[in-house]
Every structure is written in C-alpha cells, then in structure tokens.
C-alpha cells in the first residue's frame, strides 16, 4: 500500500476534479504490476495497473488507495474489470467519499466472491485527496494559505513595494506546493506590484489555474498572467457590476460581495467550486489572507520565516491563533524555517 500511495502521487496536477489513486498487483508474493490515474478521463488506476502486468493477473491481489468505482462513467466500471481479470482479493486504503461509489464498490466486490479488506494505511490514503473529499462533501475546495515573513513578523516594507524575503530553497517548496493544487489565488494588489507568473517553475509539475480577485475589474490587463499564456487565468468579480465572461486572456467570473465592498470569501469558494477546483492555495497579501482565516476557511497553512529582519517592515503578518492550529511539520530550508500547520478540528476528524 506504501507503494500505491507513492505511484498515486504521478497523477497530481493531471486528474481533477477526479481523486489521484494508486494501485499494485501482487502475486505469489510479488508486485507483478502497477498503475495510477494519470488523464482526466483516461483509463483508472486499476485498469492500468492489470494492463501493465507482466504476469497473468488470475488470483492476484489488488493494494488500491481507493475504493474501486462501481459505475460506468468515462470509463467502465473498476470492480467489474477487476473480476473480469480474475483478481480475487482487493485491499482498499480508504473507501471513496462520493455517495454513488461509497460502499457500493466494496459491496459490489464482495457480491462478486471478491475478499475485502478496507482500511489499510487510511489515514495517509485518505490524505492524498484532501481536495477532492472536500469538494466532494460540500461543493468547495481545501484551502492552504502560505506566506513568507520576516524574522520580526512582516511581510514586506508597504503594500506597494516588492519584498523577497525567504531564499532558494523555500521557493523551490513554494514551487512544489503549487504543483499539488489545482489553483493558486492572490489578490489584484498582490498581482499588480509583484506581476508573478503564478506557475511551477525549478520543479517538474503542472501549473495550477491562476486565480485574481479583482471586485470592479480595474486591473490592468498588461500583467505576466495574462499576457504569457502558461495557464487558464480566472478572474474573480463582482455579481453586482458583472456578467460572466470570457476572452483571450482569462474568464470573468462574477461572485457575492460583502457589506464591505469586498468579495464574499465564501462566495469565492463556491464559485471555485463550481468550476471543478477542488483545491486552492492563497498566496495572497495579509488582507486576502486574514479574510479567510477570520471566518475559518483556511484548512492547512505554510509559513516560511526569513532569519533576517527587515528593519523597515510595516505591513504586519497574519498572525495565527495557535489554538486553533497544530503544529504538523517543521522543517529548514536554508536560511529559512518551514512550519506547517493544521486546523485543529481537521486533525481531530483523523
């Protein structure tokens, strides 16, 4: 199962809103054949790993991260392939979240004289599709915020100038973490004085869709993410002022607003939702940033601190409330340090 979940993560970037899934086929003892999901709409990890094969699969046994799906869809149905193809006992890390499989795979399995065995390494099978068992569950994607501060706490000198404040190895983690997200989102302020690209670069990876938030769409359209055509480009605006629409560099995608003028950060993820992003990472400034975690929409969080101060800060970090968050992993990049948090009520869900 160590295996699937490792061979699963190939599929990142290239499947959504579908989950990644591994699988391995052992026999007499030995893998004799392995697959993940790797296409939207392409063949499941199940079916690739019996054609990859290099023995006959008859009376082998199935290490899947996830429970097999029982339907037809864009493909044929998992269980009834693996029947087909003589696999007499499947081991399930974690059954799948959608009400039209959940159960129903193991269930159609086992009425097919197929053993059973569900659970193994759930809690790191379970992981691998945070994103899509949120968006499955309530129509909204899994939320990471991430920032970069320095050692006395800010983000940069204002908000109208650039500050690069972690080195090369925090960036190439940053890279990594845009690589597992289906979209990374800033605000307009973020995306007019820094002009990022918002694409994976120094690794190898997809590049996530790009998300601006832009209330009255006055953001000028000369920007790196519009211009250079490496990724679909959304820009978020008001419902009250916009319709829906779409041109060559990016779609308008109109959204609630508070009574502050300023877009519903709920609103934004039901949107993102709807458009199949099952996970995003903000990457925005501490007003973005704050917006979302006042009202606990913020599910993981990055924060990388630079070891030097930045004497003439004045745009103050978010600060976490670290009762509400659990320290998951800490790591040193260079110069810098990596925390992860988690929000506490997810760990405890575990």
Same mark, same amino acid.
């Given at each position: 199962?160590?295996?699937?979940?490792?061979?699963?993560?190939?599929?990142?970037?290239?499947?959504?809103?579908?989950?990644?899934?591994?699988?391995?086929?052992?026999?007499?003892?030995?893998?004799?054949?392995?697959?993940?999901?790797?296409? @939207?709409? +392409?063949?499941?990890?199940?079916?690739?790993?019996?054609?990859? $094969?290099?023995? &006959?699969? *008859?009376?082998?046994?199935?290490?899947?991260?996830?429970?097999?799906?029982?339907?037809?869809?864009?493909?044929?149905?998992?269980?009834?392939?693996?029947?087909?193809?003589? *696999?007499?006992?499947?081991?399930?890390?974690?059954?799948?979240?959608?009400?039209?499989?959940?159960?129903?795979?193991?269930?159609?399995? %086992?009425?097919?004289?197929?053993?059973?065995?569900?659970?193994?390494?759930?809690?790191?099978?379970?992981?691998?599709?945070?994103?899509?068992?949120?968006?499955?569950?309530?129509?909204?994607?899994?939320?990471?915020?991430?920032?970069?501060?320095?050692?006395?706490? @800010?983000? +940069?000198?204002?908000?109208?100038?650039?500050?690069?404040?972690?080195?090369?190895?925090?960036?190439?983690?940053?890279?990594?973490?845009?690589?597992?997200?289906?979209?990374?989102?800033? +605000?307009?302020?973020?995306?007019?004085?820094?002009?990022?690209?918002?694409?994976?670069?120094?690794?190898?990876?997809?590049?996530?869709?790009?998300?601006?938030?832009?209330? &009255?769409?006055?953001?000028?359209?000369?920007?790196?993410?519009?211009?250079?055509?490496?990724?679909?480009?959304?820009?978020?605006?008001?419902?009250?002022?916009?319709?829906?629409? %779409?041109?060559?560099?990016?779609?308008?995608?109109?959204?609630?607003?508070?009574?502050?003028?300023?877009? $519903?950060?709920?609103?934004?993820?039901? +949107?993102?939702?709807?458009?199949?992003?099952?996970?995003?990472?903000?990457?925005?400034?501490?007003?973005?940033?704050?917006? @979302?975690?006042?009202?606990?929409?913020?599910?993981? @969080?990055?924060?990388?601190? $630079?070891?030097?101060?930045?004497?003439?800060?004045?745009?103050?970090?978010?600060?976490?409330?670290?009762?509400?968050?659990? $320290?998951?992993?800490?790591?040193?990049?260079?110069?810098?340090?990596?925390?992860?948090?988690?929000?506490?009520?997810?760990?405890?869900?575990?």
């Amino acid at each position: 199962m160590s295996h699937a979940i490792e061979i699963a993560k190939k599929g990142i970037g290239k499947v959504s809103p579908n989950p990644i899934v591994g699988c391995v086929l052992v026999k007499d003892g030995e893998i004799i054949g392995e697959g993940w999901h790797n296409e @939207f709409g +392409g063949p499941h990890a199940e079916v690739n790993a019996v054609l990859n $094969s290099r023995r &006959n699969p *008859i009376d082998s046994t199935a290490y899947v991260t996830l429970e097999p799906c029982c339907h037809d869809g864009k493909t044929p149905s998992c269980v009834q392939f693996l029947f087909e193809n003589g *696999i007499t006992d499947v081991i399930i890390g974690t059954l799948d979240p959608n009400p039209i499989v959940s159960g129903n795979g193991v269930k159609s399995l %086992r009425n097919l004289g197929v053993i059973v065995t569900i659970g193994i390494l759930e809690k790191e099978t379970k992981s691998l599709n945070d994103g899509y068992n949120r968006w499955i569950k309530t129509g909204n994607p899994y939320v990471i915020g991430k920032l970069a501060k320095s050692n006395n706490g @800010f983000m +940069g000198v204002d908000n109208i100038t650039q500050t690069q404040l972690t080195g090369h190895y925090a960036n190439l983690e940053t890279h990594e973490l845009r690589a597992s997200v289906d979209a990374i989102m800033v +605000g307009k302020q973020t995306a007019i004085i820094d002009n990022p690209h918002l694409t994976v670069r120094h690794i190898q990876g997809e590049n996530p869709i790009r998300v601006i938030i832009d209330t &009255n769409r006055t953001i000028p359209l000369n920007l790196n993410v519009f211009r250079d055509k490496k990724a679909e480009t959304f820009i978020l605006c008001s419902n009250k002022k916009f319709n829906r629409h %779409r041109t060559s560099f990016g779609t308008f995608i109109p959204v609630d607003e508070n009574e502050d003028g300023l877009l $519903s950060p709920n609103s934004i993820l039901r +949107g993102l939702g709807n458009e199949g992003i099952t996970s995003v990472l903000i990457e925005g400034g501490p007003q973005l940033l704050n917006s @979302f975690l006042n009202l606990n929409l913020i599910d993981k @969080f990055y924060e990388f601190t $630079s070891i030097e101060e930045l004497e003439n800060g004045n745009l103050r970090s978010p600060e976490l409330n670290l009762d509400d968050w659990i $320290s998951d992993e800490v790591q040193i990049l260079g110069k810098d340090k990596l925390v992860i948090y988690l929000r506490r009520e997810l760990c405890l869900q575990v």
